[in-house]
């Protein structure tokens, strides 16, 4: 999606660290990306006052909406909504048709060059 991501993992890890790794290394990567590219306007949308860490920019809103998935039926619900939601966006008219799903690996099939490789033999 342009502006949030799901994500679904068994890590044993608690959420609030998985999500300090994601947005940490999302957010370095994009912020890296416009300085070296000179997107200084959008730079500036992402900027806010020093803090306590010494950052600059903040890509993410920290309002995290984080939950167990209790039972498979759930899983599954969730799976398929990820799946639906770059449709439900009007990005794509098939969920398969938006690169960063991973809906084609759930259908056993990948591109080519498949950005988001997983090992479905292990959930399914």
């Known amino acids: 999606m342009l502006d ?15 999500l300090r790794f994601v947005n940490g290394i999302t957010s370095r990567r994009v912020i890296d990306h416009l300085k070296k590219h000179g997107h200084n ?4 949308k992402l900027r806010h006052e020093d803090k306590e860490r010494r950052y ?4 993410w809103d920290h309002n995290n909406n ?23 966006a009007g990005l794509v008219e098939k969920a398969e048709d938006y690169r960063w799903s991973s809906v ?12 988001l490789m997983m090992d479905i033999g292990q959930i399914a």
């Open 104 to 115: 084609r690996i759930w259908q056993r099939r990948p591109l080519q060059d498949e950005p």
């Open 41 to 44: 306007s959008s730079l500036q």
């Open 66 to 88: 984080v939950f167990s998935i209790a039972s498979e039926d759930m899983f599954m619900q969730k799976v398929n909504y990820i799946h639906q939601n770059p449709v439900r």
């Open 56 to 59: 600059r920019y903040s890509l």
């Open 4 to 18: 949030h991501l799901h994500l679904i993992t068994d890590a044993e890890l608690k959420p609030s660290k998985i």
